[in-house]
């Protein structure tokens, strides 16, 4: 027994050593002629199989090795947001990450407030193709922190089939999202979530304002069954039928339209009330790889590298295997390429009336999400039942603007984000307030309607 068991412990053992060994042959020769970089993004799959491809590519072209990028993606931009600053409250000298790729403006904002951002400035060549703002929204940072490497606009992505079937009229702007014949019918993500139905939120309080702009909110929150955690999901939704409408990004928008069908789907961007928002990218402090890092910003960045986002998959300088559906920065790539692209024209050449006011949605972003969380979707249940009781009783005035009535104003909302926001404990309170003050309304309103 005992020759059994100790033959068996070195049996066991050698299986271990031979397995480590066979590991580690495999990794080297995985990466052997390779160079390596770790990237933070909450970008899809495709996008990441398309960048790292070409990039590889191009850099064993110039520098003679190919690239193997580690891509990090713990669940969207607030998580993937979240986690980059956890890892440099543990170390301020960072080290773990090359780059943050993606995820919209205001990450990057908050990162350089953190001063944990590696400014890098662009070849001229390239810096000068691109613009410094589109529609009022700066696309690079003056101290070079990062840039904008594709561009995103807002709109209501809806399933003709459905609204034929129930007799409902097409939705052309954003109020038409809280009208109550879409009751259980609209789709949205979660903000807190989504940084992408998070910017929707705050160009819907920009374009009309604190008090109107919140009033929609609520409204059409009353009209979705329930909330999902992501933008693609939801814009996934209408195309399955869930729901009829919902509020879309455009690069989501055009894939289910492409999958769905023009005859089935279609996508608005409302008149005068939406933006054009970048996608940014920057290299962050201690970057353990920071010249390979500075050559994926320079690619990105290079016309090589946005002909990626225009471009059909199989045409010339065009991805592989997944369309991105993403507008360009550079406004000579689509001269370039007349008549080819998968967007919808220039959007340089699109004329938006709108000013979005970024340093007020930076400050507050967070902020709005948790006033949102508790307003509308932390206390959904009672939402739907409020709403539903108004739409039964001819929506009475009295009621609906208690329905809609907020804990706070605008200017409080500003100096609260400002100056209390960042004392977790605080923060805590204040939200179970406003949870508390949610609920409370709703019971009113549906004890006396019903």
Same mark, same amino acid.
């Given at each position: 027994?005992?020759?059994?068991?100790?033959?068996?412990?070195?049996?066991?053992?050698?299986?271990?050593?031979?397995?480590?060994?066979?590991?580690?042959?495999?990794?080297?020769?995985?990466?052997?002629?390779?160079?390596?970089?770790?990237?933070?993004?909450?970008?899809?799959?495709?996008?990441?199989?398309?960048?790292? #491809?070409?990039?590889? +590519?191009?850099?064993? $072209?110039? !520098? =003679?090795?190919?690239?193997?990028? /580690?891509? *990090?993606?713990?669940? %969207?931009?607030?998580?993937?947001?979240?986690?980059?600053?956890?890892?440099?409250?543990?170390?301020?000298?960072?080290?773990?990450?090359?780059?943050?790729?993606?995820?919209?403006?205001?990450?990057?904002?908050?990162?350089?407030?953190?001063?944990?951002?590696?400014?890098?400035?662009?070849?001229?060549?390239?810096?000068?193709?691109?613009?410094?703002?589109?529609?009022?929204?700066?696309?690079?940072?003056?101290?070079?922190?990062?840039?904008?490497?594709?561009?995103?606009?807002?709109?209501?992505?809806?399933?003709?089939?459905?609204?034929?079937?129930?007799?409902?009229?097409?939705?052309?702007?954003?109020?038409?999202?809280?009208?109550?014949?879409?009751?259980?019918?609209?789709?949205?993500?979660?903000?807190?979530?989504?940084?992408?139905? #998070?910017?929707?939120? +705050?160009?819907?309080? $920009?374009? !009309? =304002?604190?008090?109107?702009?919140? /009033?929609? *909110?609520?409204?059409? %929150?009353?009209?979705?069954?329930?909330?999902?955690?992501?933008?693609?999901?939801?814009?996934?939704?209408?195309?399955?039928?869930?729901?009829?409408?919902?509020?879309?990004?455009?690069?989501?928008?055009?894939?289910?339209?492409?999958?769905?069908?023009?005859?089935?789907?279609?996508?608005?961007?409302?008149?005068?009330?939406?933006?054009?928002?970048?996608?940014?990218?920057?290299?962050?402090?201690?970057?353990?790889?920071?010249?390979?890092?500075?050559?994926?910003?320079?690619?990105?960045?290079?016309?090589?590298?946005?002909?990626?986002?225009?471009?059909?998959?199989?045409?010339?300088?065009?991805?592989?295997?997944?369309?991105?559906?993403?507008?360009?920065?550079?406004?000579?790539?689509?001269?370039?390429?007349?008549?080819?692209?998968?967007?919808?024209?220039?959007?340089?050449?699109?004329?938006?009336?709108?000013?979005?006011?970024?340093?007020?949605?930076?400050?507050?972003?967070?902020?709005?999400?948790?006033?949102?969380?508790?307003?509308?979707?932390?206390?959904?249940?009672?939402?739907?039942?409020?709403?539903?009781?108004?739409?039964?009783?001819?929506?009475?005035?009295?009621?609906?603007?208690?329905?809609?009535?907020?804990?706070?104003?605008?200017?409080?909302?500003?100096?609260?984000?400002?100056?209390?926001?960042?004392?977790?404990?605080?923060?805590?309170?204040?939200?179970?307030?406003?949870?508390?003050?949610?609920?409370?309304?709703?019971?009113?309103?549906?004890?006396?309607?019903?």
């Amino acid at each position: 027994m005992r020759r059994v068991g100790k033959t068996t412990g070195m049996v066991l053992a050698m299986i271990v050593i031979i397995a480590v060994v066979l590991v580690l042959l495999f990794w080297r020769g995985g990466h052997r002629g390779r160079d390596s970089l770790i990237i933070v993004s909450p970008h899809q799959e495709g996008i990441q199989v398309e960048f790292g #491809r070409a990039f590889s +590519e191009w850099h064993r $072209q110039r !520098y =003679g090795r190919a690239v193997a990028i /580690d891509w *990090i993606d713990v669940g %969207g931009t607030t998580k993937d947001e979240q986690y980059v600053r956890s890892s440099f409250l543990q170390r301020p000298e960072g080290g773990d990450f090359d780059i943050f790729f993606g995820g919209g403006t205001d990450p990057y904002l908050g990162f350089v407030e953190l001063g944990i951002t590696l400014p890098f400035k662009l070849p001229e060549a390239q810096l000068s193709r691109l613009p410094k703002e589109i529609g009022g929204v700066p696309l690079y940072d003056p101290s070079y922190n990062w840039y904008g490497t594709s561009l995103t606009s807002f709109g209501i992505l809806y399933n003709k089939a459905l609204l034929r079937r129930l007799r409902l009229p097409t939705p052309e702007v954003w109020d038409d999202l809280a009208d109550p014949r879409f009751f259980g019918l609209v789709s949205l993500a979660d903000p807190r979530y989504s940084g992408s139905m #998070r910017m929707m939120f +705050e160009i819907i309080l $920009q374009g !009309y =304002g604190w008090e109107k702009g919140f /009033d929609l *909110i609520i409204r059409m %929150g009353a009209n979705v069954p329930s909330f999902v955690h992501n933008a693609s999901q939801a814009a996934r939704d209408v195309t399955l039928g869930e729901a009829v409408c919902g509020l879309a990004i455009d690069f989501y928008a055009w894939a289910e339209i492409e999958e769905g069908g023009r005859d089935e789907m279609g996508f608005v961007m409302p008149g005068g009330l939406t933006v054009m928002n970048p996608d940014c990218i920057a290299i962050l402090k201690g970057a353990p790889h920071v010249e390979l890092a500075k050559r994926f910003v320079t690619f990105v960045m290079s016309e090589a590298g946005q002909s990626l986002w225009i471009l059909p998959v199989g045409s010339p300088g065009g991805p592989k295997k997944h369309s991105l559906r993403r507008m360009a920065v550079f406004p000579s790539v689509y001269r370039k390429h007349t008549g080819e692209t998968l967007v919808a024209g220039d959007p340089f050449e699109m004329k938006m009336p709108m000013k979005y006011d970024r340093e007020k949605g930076g400050v507050r972003r967070n902020l709005i999400n948790a006033l949102i969380g508790a307003m509308v979707i932390d206390t959904h249940d009672e939402l739907k039942k409020a709403y539903k009781a108004l739409v039964d009783r001819g929506m009475p005035q009295k009621h609906l603007r208690e329905l809609t009535h907020l804990p706070l104003t605008e200017k409080e909302a500003l100096e609260m984000a400002k100056a209390r926001w960042r004392d977790a404990a605080e923060r805590a309170g204040i939200i179970a307030e406003w949870t508390n003050f949610s609920r409370k309304k709703m019971g009113r309103i549906i004890e006396e309607l019903n």
